[in-house]
Nanobody, 122 residues
Framework: QVQLVESGGGLVQAGGSLRLSCAASGYTFSTYAMAWFRQAPGKVREFVAAIGASGINRWYEDSVTGRFIISRDNAKKSAYLQMNSLKPEDTAVYYC???????????????WGQGTQVTASS
């Protein structure tokens, strides 16, 4: 069965960095786009970043552009989100997702992980 397992979340001071990982199994990883979404308490889940199957196309939500970097390693069947200069407003549960096309919309993604908590304290 398909599994997406996130790791790397935690508590960090504002201005610090974290690197999230998403390990995939159960499908042909190299043919799927990958994305990261996040959900803060009391808010709807929102798009953070996405990367195409080949790794060439990368999209970012405006508030993370220049601070976050999405990447993937098809040989390791993993996707990553390097988060730098973290702000308290980045605090959320972060989810990785896999879909056949790159998109900013949740409905485009077929598979989801269980999420990992990221907390940036002020």
């Amino acid at each position: 069965q398909v599994q997406l397992v996130e790791s790397g979340g935690g508590l960090v001071q504002a201005g610090g960095s974290l690197r999230l990982s998403c390990a995939a199994s159960g499908y042909t990883f190299s043919t799927y786009a990958m994305a990261w979404f996040r959900q803060a308490p009391g808010k709807v889940r929102e798009f953070v970043a996405a990367i195409g199957a080949s790794g060439i196309n990368r999209w970012y939500e405006d508030s993370v552009t220049g601070r976050f970097i999405i990447s993937r390693d098809n040989a390791k069947k993993s996707a990553y989100l390097q988060m730098n200069s973290l702000k308290p407003e980045d605090t959320a549960v972060y989810y990785c997702a896999a879909g056949r096309i790159i998109s900013k919309y949740e409905r485009a993604y077929d598979y989801w992980g269980q999420g990992t908590q990221v907390t940036a304290s002020s």
